[in-house]
């Protein structure tokens, strides 16, 4: 990747890509097009990745509808981690902005999520308020707790609560979210892609961790906000969804744990989580979901934690 100087002017010279990934979507990724129409900021691209769907994307909507579009088709299913990378290796912008498909923009959100970056050259992510599309009035995300480096969880701050003010104070956090976040092109060029093993979860919190060992702030900034079809890719309860939840949780704390910290969490998740879980999900009949979680869990036993990316 060539580096090119850091651009802070936020009035309409910075050139924005907004990646997202199809999977199986065309209806959903319409609707975002659609949205994404009201954007008042005037130099962007969208790259969307139609990520192995089975109906190629340009079948399914009319292209001609959408100039700011730009249709990347990859034949197979590369993950959120490797359809987003293959969306920012193709990006022309100086800002990227990698957004969930079954979101819906505000007009003002790429002015506000540009705003931060000019007053501070450290921050290097910025995420929106997250609300929920179905509930607006309830919010997802405002930013992330610390992680607990003894038992690998890690809260988002705000999570369905009433919006009623108290989460309107832009804050550096912890974390950014997956489902919305602009970053720096030179940050990645630093940092890093996402690292694809994570394929799906917690690929944005290892990406979080990476960029602030680089000394970059993640910022929130509420004036930004968006609202987010949660689960629809895959469900609330998949146990696709379980698995990596279960496999990445664990390849996050390798990664980023010290030794000490790792023998702790290795001895809780193996003394209470493992068997607390599979115990329930074999009491309620979710046998697919306990299949899943063993599944992730013995995938750390033979893979490694920090190679390849």
């Given at each position: 990747?060539a580096?090119?100087e850091?651009?802070e002017?936020?009035?309409?010279?910075?050139?924005?890509?907004?990646?997202?990934?199809?999977?199986?979507?065309?209806?959903?990724?319409?609707?975002f097009?659609e949205?994404a129409k009201?954007?008042?900021?005037?130099?962007?691209?969208?790259?969307?990745?139609?990520?192995?769907?089975?109906q190629?994307?340009?079948?399914?909507?009319?292209?001609d509808?959408?100039?700011?579009?730009?249709?990347?088709?990859?034949?197979?299913?590369?993950?959120?981690?490797?359809?987003?990378?293959?969306?920012?290796?193709?990006?022309?912008g100086?800002?990227?902005?990698?957004?969930?498909?079954?979101?819906?923009?505000?007009?003002t959100l790429?002015?506000?999520?540009?705003?931060?970056?000019?007053?501070?050259?450290k921050?290097?992510?910025v995420?929106?308020?997250?609300?929920?599309?179905?509930?607006?009035?309830?919010?997802?995300?405002?930013?992330?707790?610390?992680?607990n480096?003894?038992?690998?969880?890690?809260?988002?701050?705000?999570?369905?609560?009433?919006?009623?003010?108290?989460?309107?104070?832009?804050?550096?956090?912890?974390?950014?979210?997956?489902?919305?976040?602009?970053?720096?092109?030179?940050v990645?060029?630093?940092?890093?892609?996402?690292a694809?093993?994570?394929?799906?979860?917690?690929?944005?919190?290892?990406?979080?961790?990476?960029?602030?060992?680089?000394?970059?702030?993640?910022?929130?900034?509420?004036?930004?906000?968006i609202?987010?079809?949660?689960?629809?890719?895959?469900?609330?309860?998949?146990?696709?969804?379980?698995?990596?939840?279960?496999?990445?949780?664990?390849?996050?704390m390798?990664?980023?744990?010290?030794?000490?910290?790792?023998?702790?969490f290795?001895?809780?998740?193996?003394?209470?989580?493992?068997?607390?879980?599979?115990?329930?999900?074999?009491?309620?009949?979710?046998?697919?979901?306990?299949?899943?979680?063993?599944?992730?869990?013995?995938w750390n036993?033979?893979?490694?934690?920090?190679?390849?990316?």
């Open positions: 990747m580096k090119r850091r651009v002017d936020v009035g309409g010279s910075a050139h924005v890509s907004i990646i997202t990934i199809n999977y199986n979507q065309a209806e959903l990724t319409r609707q097009l949205s009201l954007l008042t900021y005037p130099t962007y691209e969208i790259i969307v990745v139609d990520n192995g769907s089975v190629p994307l340009h079948n399914a909507i009319n292209t509808h959408y100039p700011h579009l730009r249709l990347l088709r990859s034949e197979t299913n590369l993950g959120f981690t490797g359809g987003n990378n293959l969306g920012m290796q193709e990006a022309h100086d800002y990227f902005f990698i957004v969930n498909n079954d979101t819906e923009l505000s007009p790429i002015e506000d999520l540009l705003t931060p970056f000019a007053k501070n050259p921050i290097g992510v995420c929106p308020k997250i609300r929920f599309y179905d509930a607006p009035q309830h919010v997802q995300y405002a930013g992330y707790n610390p992680m480096m003894y038992t690998g969880t890690a809260t988002t701050i705000g999570s369905n609560k009433a919006d009623d003010g108290q989460f309107d104070e832009p804050h550096p956090t912890y974390f950014a979210h997956g489902c919305a976040m602009m970053i720096h092109r030179t990645v060029e630093q940092v890093g892609r996402f694809e093993r994570f394929f799906l979860y917690y690929e944005e919190l290892d990406w979080s961790q990476r960029i602030r060992n680089a000394g970059y702030i993640i910022y929130y900034q509420p004036s930004a906000s609202l987010h079809k949660e689960s629809m890719s895959i469900g609330q309860h998949s146990p696709l969804k379980t698995y990596y939840l279960t496999r990445n949780r664990i390849l996050f390798r990664r980023h744990c010290s030794a000490f910290q790792r023998l702790i290795f001895l809780f998740f193996g003394l209470c989580v493992f068997p607390k879980h599979l115990v329930s999900y074999l009491i309620t009949g979710q046998l697919k979901h306990a299949k899943a979680f063993i599944s992730g869990t013995f036993f033979r893979s490694a934690s920090e190679s390849p990316v």
